[in-house]
Each structure stands twice: as C-alpha cells, then as structure tokens.
C-alpha cells in the first residue's frame, strides 16, 4: 500500500476516534458498504470496528481475500467478532463508571441486523453514530475532490452528446439512454448511490415539458412521470416537443464519486415567463456564489434565495410546484448524492474549506416543465471552486 | 381504476390479513418502497396502515396528488398518523389480554426510522412483518408473470446485439455498455432491485476469464473485477480475450418486475475442462427441471445438485470457488432480485404454482473464468414453465 493512501485513511480514523472520545462511544461498529469503503478503502461485506483507541479490525463476510487485499486494516473472518466480544465484555465488566457505548450507523442499518449486533453486545448501549460518519465524509481530501472532477468531465461529455442528439418527437427515456450510454462508456458504474432510505437515482432526471413537473416521492425539486408507477420518475415514454423545457439534471459515478448538475434545454425558444424563471435561476446562483465561503451558515444560503424568489414572484415554482416543493436549495455530494451539509433552515453548519456541495435553484411550473440550473462547488479556503464545466444559461437547439 | 386491479389489490390484502391474524398481528406498517408499491400500486413516499380488519390507509409524504392517482387505497397527508396514533391507543387501551402488536418490515427498515415509529406508538409490541409480506410476494399472480415474460424479451434482445458486437480486445465494460443501452432503449428501468442491505445491481454481471473469477462481496456466484474498489463486482476494464469464457448474467426490470438469467459465450472454443464444466451446469439444469413441481422441497433441489456436482469432481468450483463459494442454486425473483423461495439448505418451502425461480448452476476456475446457465421457471400447477427465452448451449464467437 502506498504512503499516500495509508496517511489518508490514517487521518480518516483520528477524525472518527476524536469524535468518538468527544461523546463517550467506546467502539464504532460500521456496516454500511459506502462507510465501509470510506473508512477501509474495501466494499467488502463485513463489519469494521473502530475503538476509540487503537487499530480497526475489519470483520469480512466475503470475499475475505479480496478485502485483504483492498483494506488498510487487518482482515479477519467475520466468524472473528465472537472474539471481540468476548474482549469487550471482558474489558467492560467490573467498571460500572465507563459502560460499554457502541456506536452503528441508525439511518441505514436495518431493524433485523441491528437486533443481530444487540444480541451478540448484550451488555453494551448503542447511540446512533451516523451523524459522526457523515459529518466526517462532509470534508473532502484532495483525492476525493480529484474524483469528482473527473466524474464533472465524464458528464460534460455525455451531455454535450445528449444535446446534439435529441430531436422533436423523441421520446425522453431515448434522450437519457444514450447519455447514459455515453456516460457508461466513460466507466461510469451504472448508478448514483444514494443514502437515504427508498431513495433510487440512476442518472439522475431527464425530462421535458408537462412530464417533468409531474411529482413525485424523490426528495428532490424535480419529479418526472418515469416509465411506470413502479418507476415513478425521471424520464417517461412522453416525446419531446419543440418550445418546451427540457430539464437535464444528470450525474454519474467515477470511483466511487458522483457529481450532479443541472442544465436546462430548448428546441427553439422557452415561453417568456419560463425564460424569464431561468434567469432568475441563474441570478440566485449567482447570488449563492457571492456568499460561498467558510463561515457562511448552511441555512443563510437557501433563506436568502427564498427571499429572492418571492421577490421575483416565483415562490409558488420554487424547488416543485405548491404542495411539492422541496426545502431545500442544495445538498453535499461525494461518495452518496445526498451527503452533508444541506443549505436548508435548521442547518446551522458553517460552510468549511473541503466541502463540495451541489447548488439547484429551480422552478416548477404544472403542465409546462421545470427550469433550472445546477452545478456542483468545492468551498475553498477563500471562497469556491466551480466543479460543474458545462456551459451555462438556457441551450437553444 | 379498473375491476381488475381491484381485485388483484384486495387478494393481496385478504393474504395479509390472514397471516396478520394467524400471527396476531392487530396491524401492519408497511415502510419499504416495493412494498408499499406491492400492497397499494403506488410508490409514493410514506407509510401504509394495514388493520387486521377493514380498510387499509397509505399515509403519504410525497407525493400525495400523485398518490391518490396511483394507490387503490384512500391516502392521508403523513401528518393524519396522528389521528391513527389516537385511534390505536384509544383502541389497545383497557384490554390488556389484547395488546397491541404491530409489524414492519425488519430486514429492510433503518433503526432510525423504526425508533420514530416506537416512540409514535410506544404502547405497542414490535413484530418482525417482513417474512409474511415477503411469503405473500413469493406467489406471483398472471399480471406479476405477464411482466417477467416482457422482461425475458427484453433481455434476449439485449443479449443477442451483445453477441454480435462483441470483438477480442473490447473491454468487458463497453460490453455491458452496449447491452445496457440495447435493454434501456427497450424501457428497463435502469437498475433491478435487491432487498438485501448494501445489494446493489445494474443489470447484471458481464465479464469473462480471469475477471469473472474474481469473487466479491455480492451474494451469488459469479463475482467480477469491477470498474473501482469502489464498484468492486460486475465488468471491468479487463479486455475479452479470445477462447476464455464470457459470462453474461444479465437482467432487466421492466413495469418493476426483474427477469434474471445467464449464458455463456466465446470467442472460439473452450478449454476442454471448461466445456466439460459447462455442460455438467446444463446437465444440473435439466436434473432439477425434472423436479420443479409443486411439492418438491426446495432445499432437494439444492441438495441433489450438490452430489451431481461432486459426482462430476467439479465440487469445489460450483457457484464460486473455495472459501468464496456461495450456497444456494437459485433463488426466487419478482419486484426484487432477491425473493423468496431460496434454493438452499433450510429453505424446507415446497415449490408452489405460481412461485418465479431463477435457477443457476455455475463453476468458477480461479484465474481461468466462470462458466454457467441460468434460467428463470415459473412453477405450474402440474411442473414448470421456462420463462426465459435465450438459446440455450455455449454461444460460440
């Protein structure tokens, strides 16, 4: 293994173990594919635990040689952590001032596996660490900010290609077909990971006209019909039309690392107000921009754009239409497409140097489509990086 | 909505609540997307209240208009489970030889969401629901098989034009590429579902010699390099090379349901061993053809192959190699890759009509590639019928 790799993930764990001290956690059980490979360098499927002092033992399920292979820590069969137990009920009895506190991820780890880990540390207390693992993911090291580079490169080219293939009368779910299969021959996985239970993103939302402002479940401020009920969004069957928004809200994932931006398309020309909403759009990015820099709350970034929308009339549109809209006005990306920080009320974080954060002012309009633009910022030490390379403002074909 | 839909909606209900009853169950919350797309026809965002009597409600977040035009079932803004919270409580109260016992779906639930709803009904006893709903889905109705059947069209086409355009050299990537576009444009949804925590799969795994062999995390037999640590199954970067074999398990979702099946190809012929190791995989194939009836136990049909395997000296390469290998022939398939019945050892089911299996013997040479079919059966009331329409034998290049 290289220097390199080793200090990174070296750091990664100081980080964890710091955190853990701070709010008491005597080990940190993690168990989720993408903490796992954030925290090992290996997607194996296993268990890590990380004490709060000392060296991580990675518990692999399968493929063991494959995770020796791939993981910074040691490896051992997951038939291992009997072991461990038996270390931590040792360790733990006798000392009734310092329990045992095990921490696991609570926003992904399913009821059934959970009640697993319980059984096997029956005399531990278990707290919900997943808010320590994904604050750290927050801040990204120059190798991750490499990857999303490269991933803002594969979709610029994909979608640079999507625009000089589509014609009117095409049906959307042809127009993200072959974005997708030119994101694919770029090495994209297949799919944008996401944390959030039941949420699903492949590529993220092609869409156009009424089909694009139709809601749906997705936590996001476009919805899209998509091909069925049982795949409720993004790209429909419906064919584009000439003069209608064509919504192009893509990513991909490069290494593990996705990006997620926004443009907004047109065969011909946009109705004046839906002209007129973009451009709003771009001004309350523009706007955004001014204020990205460490420092600035989370929160400031998404209220003041809603005071700049309601100024220009469009609240009503703003992130999905009425009942629909979203509260929110971007969110981090990385390794997963829905990471920390949100810009949303309540998020009171300060924006650090090292996050990378997808900005999506849109608007909604029932019946006509959704307009919009985004793009995915790195916050610098003094303001931003721009990630997204894609040309701004509406695409006329 | 139509009479048909109805009533494929209410058997599905009558089911639930019978097992609900049996259980003593006195109501159900349905959480999960498929799920909730199973018992109600829609997706949407939130949770169904299934009674053990009457009439269920789907309580929903997003998108309620949306909603209301796709579940078979009244829906409630989320907030209304307040009032069901009243309800119950007011209900369970005084009667404590009848205590509330409600039912989610543990193996799919995150822990932080199952704590919301204890503390939203903390007069209740949890059950674990997720093994009724998941027998309730095992048992396919002619809509559910009418689906699979496009969807095995689907893919044969998809894998037809992969044949033809593969060439030595071309990496196992673009392969996949190809093949994914050809099942896309044909209205796949893009990924197939897996219920299984930290399952993730696009389309399948498309990879050939050393590469097919390498094993991974992910629970079947046939592994793959994978495009990244970070996406570590599945194609690679590797290039196909003439006489190895190529391993095509592919599958697509279409109208949410998933076809899954495998064949073998090569550019020339194989090595003899390998050939002999594919034709020992039809062989087992056709021995447990014989037995797919109502009746069979479904960990026989498991066991049966196990001694064929061995009789044929190939043991130690089926369905994996060595410590990597997995344990199971088959598995059945629907809204999810991973349904009920499973084809392994404790799986006691009899086979029942209406059951969808997909079925897959596989040997893996170490360094050398993996060769296997795989169909998927739909169980009769009197045998079998194949549902998947690939040509059978080693599609020679």
Known sequence: MSNLKESLYQDRLVRLQQAMK?????GFIVTQNVDLYYMT??????????PVDGEPIFYVRRSISRAVTESVYTVEPIGALKTLQQQLSSASSGS??????????????????FQRL????????????????????????PHEIAAIKRAASVV?????????????????????????????????????????????LITGVVAAGSAAAVPTYFDGPAGGLGLSDASPQSASRRQIQQGEPILLDLGCMIDGYVIDQTRTAVIGTLPEDLQYAYDVAEAVLRATEAKLKPGTPCEELYLDALRQVEDAG????????????????????????????????GF?????????????????????????????????????EKLSISPEGVAYL
């Open 156 to 200: 610029e080219r994909a979608l640079a290609s999507g625009l000089r293939h589509v014609r009117v009368g095409m049906p959307e779910f042809e127009l993200m077909a072959h974005i997708e299969h030119q994101l694919r021959i770029q090495a994209h996985a297949g799919i944008m990971r996401m944390r959030a239970y039941n949420a699903e």
């Open 22 to 26: 701070q709010q008491g956690i005597s």
């Open 118 to 141: 319980q059984a096997m540390f029956p005399a531990a207390k278990w707290v919900d660490g997943s808010l320590i693992i994904r604050e750290l993911r927050m801040i990204k090291s």
């Open 314 to 345: 469009l609240a009503e549109h703003f992130m999905g239409y009425g009942e629909n809209r979203v509260k929110f006005l971007g969110h981090g990306i990385g390794l997963e497409i829905d990471e920390l920080p949100v810009l949303a009320k």
């Open 348 to 384: 009171k974080y300060p924006l650090e140097s090292g996050m990378v954060i997808a900005i999506e002012p849109k608007f909604t309009f029932e019946g006509r489509g959704v307009v919009g633009i985004e793009n995915t910022y790195l916050i610098t030490d003094d303001g931003f």
């Open 41 to 50: 360098g290996s997607m194996q499927n296993g268990n890590l635990f990380v």
């Open 96 to 113: 009734e001032e310092q329990p045992l506190v095990l921490a696991t991820e609570f926003d992904v780890l399913p009821v059934a596996q």
